[in-house]
């Protein structure tokens, strides 16, 4: 449940409680994870870690090369 839909649910309880009326709706379930989100998730995980070991070996090379220079 994101933020927008836990506020009206809130907003819904209040208003129910003021009046008087039902007990409020239950939360929905949570989705389960499909296999394309999972793929996706492995992805990311994979390209990050690329990117931060490239990163770092930017960052090694140039203060290796700042070194040399002064």
Do not use: C, V
């Not at 129910?16 to 989100?37: C, I, L, S």
């Amino acid at each position: 449940m994101n933020a927008l839909e836990t506020t009206f649910a809130n907003l819904e309880a209040r208003m129910n409680r003021a009046a008087g009326t039902a007990a409020p709706r239950p939360a929905p379930a949570a989705a389960p994870e499909t296999k394309g989100d999972i793929t996706t998730r492995a992805a990311r995980e994979i390209l990050d870690a690329e990117a931060a070991s490239r990163s770092a070996k930017t960052a090694a090379l140039r203060a290796a090369r700042l070194q040399k220079k002064g």
